[in-house]
């Protein structure tokens, strides 16, 4: 009875690996079949040395099953589930387009258009070039690959999916991994069914640090922002050592003298893509609302400022980032930085020229995204630092919508929780002379209390601050400003760092139990919301609790188990900070 418990107990481990990794369908029948002889081998074996060899045998069959049936790469299909059909033909200035409906045909996806020609061969490291012309219609119904970034085992996706979201599914369908290449500059529309003209435009920049992310990710697709009446548009860019390398030699074969904003300038790029098409979809070129998340919006801050995005879209949402602080926490780095960096690289590589660092395959060259992922000041997209130009009262916006989460900290330092042993060290070591304030505003006595401010802190340090900073820039220019605080709870990831994206965007489950009726409803409330400062630029409207612009940088809309106006919570560590970067009002 023992053998046999504890085989059934290795043979579910086994399949367990084989669904956690996607395997293919043939690696379940092949592993049945294989356990299926082990049993046989091992119930006949005469003596215990053949019994040993039965399971040896097993598990060495298991591992060859296991990497002759790895899930092949396989692009992402454009509708989720079954679609109604394809679309009517699109004609824009580089060719003709056919995308397909949602499954109630009620929103149009065109996935995968060209907005560049691919950034490869001597193109890699140059400015964003025109995309080609084509013959035919080109059908859109599949997702272009990812950015060249590092990617992770299957299995290993898989289990962050359970521990950091809990909401894993099991399916016998999604055995495939998503293609990954530099050949990446592609963009994504959806928009109402029938539009035929004159609808608002939402432009949305995916985070990931500037090292990762995709535009098919589930929370931020945008079927719904369709259906609320706009034309929702995302796209990849070059990211990581692709996108943000910065070099002396690259400056200099540049026609603008550029270098080390590749991953803007792509940006960009796809803004003036949807200038000059848009309209074919039933867009409106002159009402474009600039959009991210993370990363993504730290570039829309940076974009807010930028002589090359002038005229490109009206207004701004900035989830979780920005970079308009004095000295911003991330995504950001000044040039001499950018180019000692560059340099390092190149002689870790032992090149001698960009030409050789661009013979080296893009395979090689991608685990350098953790050394080269912040834009810079490099005299062209950005002729200074966005703090700067907002103090000049240079800006590109005419309305701003943003906000952060309440635990964005939460999976940054999942694995270095503060405690009373470590608390004060922490603060003294980021505070220096200023840490005696910052214990006095966190007295923390107890473990749990120096987990729970250190979590607080850190979020104010890399996420918080930063839209205090942009929000005082915008009241001192006259810019409408209106900042959200969510708070909302739930069985995923709450409000930890992303965690509102899946609320903006309308995308909550109508099925799943880690939302109940509250974050349905607070989702369909954030969607109006967006929807309404995408239309008019006031996120205000019928049904919806009043929103009041944060005219004195101190009233957030907490988006919670209530949706109203507070306090913002911590103006001291805020003070503790402008004196820390030499910030005067």
Known sequence: MGFYIGAFILFLLMLAVLELNQNTLLGFVLLIAVSALFVFLRCRAANGGLRFLCWLGWIALFALILFATWPPVRAVPAVEGESAGAT?????RSGQVQGVLTGDGAVEVFTGIPYAAPPVGELRWREPQDAEVWDGVRVCDHFAPMSMQPTNLPIYDSLAQIIGYHDYKISLTDNSRAPVSEDALYLNVFRPAGADGGLPVYVYVHGGSLQTGQPWYADYRGENLAREGAVYVNFAYRLG?????????????SPNGTTGNYGLLDQIKALEWVRDNIAA???DPDNVTLAGESAGAASVSALCTSPLSRGLFRRVILESSTVASIKPPHSFRLLDEALASGKELKARYGASSIGELRSIPAEKLVGEAETQHHMTVDGYALTETPYESYRRGVHNEQAILHGYNSRESGPFILFSQASMKDYEQRIRRYFGEHAD?????????TDAEAKAYWAEIYGAIFFDYSHYCLNRLAVENGIPAWEYYFSKENGRLGPWHSGEMIYCYGNVPTNSKLFDARDRE???????????????????GDGLPLWERNEGSSRLMEFGDETEMIDEREHALFAVLDAMQGWTD
């Open 522 to 540: 607070l989702s369909g409330q954030i969607l109006r919301y967006f929807a309404n400062f995408t239309k008019t630029g006031d996120p205000n």
């Open 281 to 283: 979809f039933g867009g």
């Open 437 to 445: 304030e910052v214990l006095a505003l966190y007295p923390a006595a």
């Open 88 to 92: 009517e033909i699109v004609t824009l």
């Open 241 to 253: 050592v692709f996108g943000y390398l910065a070099d002396s030699e690259l400056a200099d074969e």
